[in-house]
């Protein structure tokens, strides 16, 4: 690593080498200048940082550079806020140009590629961080974000400063990869969570259950996540869908996740299933929509109010309560069969999602404790009785058949497979159905 150190005011050669300790003012290059760029950049200008701007949707002029190179000539930092992985790869050919001493990949992309990119700046002597954030464009304008930070733990503590300006909980992850393999764990459990709390909040509702109090319900209890106590009442609730992330991105990162379980040969039946189910969601809404508007999407397929609706509303929403509980537990452990593929501190992991968007009751017990067969499959048969779209709930049904008569009880550790991927999916062709188009 480089030995070197951050501008303060005075400094005259361009990078500032003086005493890290007197850090104030910093010389930031900031390449990709969307929603959450555009936020960002908003947060280090206040804080009094110099940042110059690329993107090659902007004209040239003024703060905006004409190319990325340009950009990080005299930066102490470089951000990269890219759309992926392959627009990382891209800017590659600037970074080797301008050779910037610190690289931080703010972008959601994949740990292999930020090895690759990391291995390829080195010899130039340009340090990486992948620092991927969590908390979405509101997070970002009031300074809110979770960062997971991935490389070197030295250099973080050294940009950590700068960090702070848009991120109050900044964690370090592991090595190089380990932030973008964490935040894509993280936004895989929480489309599930979003997803089966919809599902199971459509299907209680169709039994005259009041939503508000659906929700409440479940959070009291194991069912409970960082959704359904935060994006239900703020955002599906009231309709208002403006959470600040969109459906593209949600489905971008499961596919990341998917994409490290196979190149792990690890079995994630249940978050294969949920990208499908994304998938399908996100071609009904759009990319750009907002991706708490899954749940609009789950009533819309759905038949409204179950014809005689049989069981008190009450019932109903006790057997959805323990059924949510089982899929954000057998989610968390396909998580964590990943994490422990991929070589990250499963406990680090834990730590990280339990501050992030990923939390459930699920990550916040370690994912033990036991998966209810017996509810999953009650609450498909809610499912049929409101003719509710449920790909999750039902799939979590059908991965867990054979196993009702009472709560099944799978070992925790490292779960035996899940059970050897829940018996391959028990069924066959479960296994990887989320991977088909």
């Known amino acids: 690593m480089r030995s070197y150190c951050l501008p303060v005011p005075g400094d005259t050669d361009g990078y500032g080498r003086a005493a890290l300790a007197t850090l104030r003012v910093v010389r930031i ?5 969307g929603r959450m760029g555009a936020a960002i950049s908003g947060r280090l200008r206040a804080a009094g940082h110099r940042v110059t701007l690329y993107d090659p949707a902007l004209p040239a002029g003024g703060e905006v550079a004409p190319t990325l190179a340009a950009a990080a000539n005299r930066s102490v930092l470089t951000f990269l806020c890219l759309p992926d992985a392959a627009a990382v790869e891209a800017s590659l050919p600037g970074l080797m140009e301008a050779a910037p001493p610190i690289v931080v990949d703010l972008t959601s992309s994949l740990p292999s590629t930020t090895r690759r990119v990391g291995a390829a700046l080195a010899p130039l002597g340009v340090d990486l961080l992948d620092c991927p954030l969590s908390g979405g464009v509101a997070g970002a304008r009031a300074g809110t974000l979770t960062a997971m930070v991935g490389g070197d733990p030295d250099l973080l503590e050294r940009v950590r400063p700068v960090l702070s300006t848009f991120a109050t909980n900044v964690r370090w992850a592991g090595p190089l990869g380990s932030g973008h393999a964490t935040k894509a764990l993280n936004n895989a459990l929480s489309a599930v969570a979003l997803t089966a709390t919809a ?15 659906v929700i409440d319900a479940f959070n009291r209890g194991p069912a409970r996540s960082q959704n359904s106590e935060v994006k239900f009442p703020r955002d599906i609730l009231p309709r208002t869908y403006a959470a600040g992330f969109t459906a593209g991105l949600m489905e971008k990162d499961l596919a990341t996740a998917l ?72 989610a968390a452990r396909e998580a964590l069969r990943i994490a422990d593929a991929e070589g ?32 999953l499959g009650e609450a498909a048969r ?56």
């Not at 209680?204 to 109090?213: D, I, K, L, R």
């Not at 708490?292 to 109903?316: D, K, M, N, Q, W």
């Not at 992030?356 to 067969?373: H, I, L, P, Q």
């Not at 799939?395 to 779960?415: E, F, K, Q």
């Open 29 to 33: 290059a900031l390449a990709g200048v």
């Open 199 to 213: 599902e199971m909040l459509v299907m209680a509702a169709a039994h005259g259950a009041s939503e508000a109090a």
């Open 259 to 330: 994409e490290m379980a196979a190149a792990r040969a690890v079995e994630t039946p249940l978050l294969a299933g949920t990208l499908s189910a994304w998938r399908e969601a996100t071609a009904a809404m759009g990319p750009g929509a907002d991706f708490t508007r899954v749940h609009a999407v789950i009533a819309g397929r759905s038949g409204g109010r179950a014809p005689g609706a049989g069981e008190p509303a009450a019932l109903a929403v006790g057997v959805l309560e323990r059924a949510l509980a089982a899929v954000n537990l057998m």
């Open 344 to 375: 990250l501190d499963r406990h680090r992991v834990l730590a990280i999602v339990n501050t992030s968007t990923g939390r459930s009751e699920a990550t916040r017990a370690g994912a033990s404790g036991t998966v209810d067969a017996e509810a």
């Open 382 to 437: 809610l499912a049929g009785a409101a003719r509710a779209w449920a790909p999750v709930t039902t799939l979590g049904a059908d991965l867990t058949r054979g196993r009702r008569g009472g709560p099944s009880r799978i070992p925790s550790g490292l779960d035996a497979g899940l059970d050897a991927g829940l018996d391959a999916g028990l069924d066959g062709g479960l296994v990887g159905s989320g991977n088909t188009d």
